[in-house]
């Protein structure tokens, strides 16, 4: 009997020990593109909002622009983890009545910018302007929304090129 105590309380702490606090989110993408960090963002957060893989529908998205630094930012944030989520606006219910996010940024400075990031994001998406034609795109965060994120990003740049 004593023995299986023990190695209860031995499993019990090894887990408590591998229990860690939130962590900064790993960037899983860099890279230049071309077009405009406004356009580009405008783009993404449409596409993200008519996406209609689960993954993505559990999302909501805060597109930011910073005058100052000539950039946007894209937050995703999955909403079964936002404060005020009932069911009656939960994305897990068919019936929902969802809130409305504008399509237009919200107008920050830089020195707001990840003060304020709010609950755990999902992924964040920054879009810096280079020069006048080109951006450097930086995610970091969730793999797999991300990722899709990512995709969307590059379809939007494809797209304004061709355009």
């Not at 406004?38 to 005058?67: E, P, T």
């Not at 019936?95 to 107008?107: F, L, R, S």
């Not at 964040?124 to 034609?133: C, E, N, T, V």
């Amino acid at each position: 009997m004593m023995k299986k105590l023990i190695v209860i309380l031995v499993v019990f702490l090894a887990a408590c020990a591998s229990v860690r606090g939130p962590k900064e989110q790993p960037w899983i993408y860099e890279e230049p593109l071309a077009g405009n960090h406004v356009d580009l963002a405008r783009c993404v957060v449409a596409r993200l909002q008519a996406d209609s893989r689960w993954s993505i529908r559990m999302l909501q998205f805060r597109n930011r622009l910073y005058q100052d630094i000539d950039a946007s930012e894209i937050y995703g944030y999955d909403t079964r983890f936002l404060p005020g989520i009932y069911a009656r606006n939960s994305p897990t219910n068919p019936d929902a009545v969802y809130d409305y996010v504008a399509p237009n940024p919200e107008i920050r400075s830089s020195g707001q910018g990840s003060v304020d990031t709010g609950p755990v994001y999902a992924f964040a998406l920054m879009i810096k302007k280079i020069d006048d034609s080109r951006v450097m795109a930086t995610l970091k965060g969730n793999k797999h929304v991300g990722g899709i994120a990512w995709q969307h990003l590059q379809t939007c740049a494809l797209t304004r090129t061709k355009s």
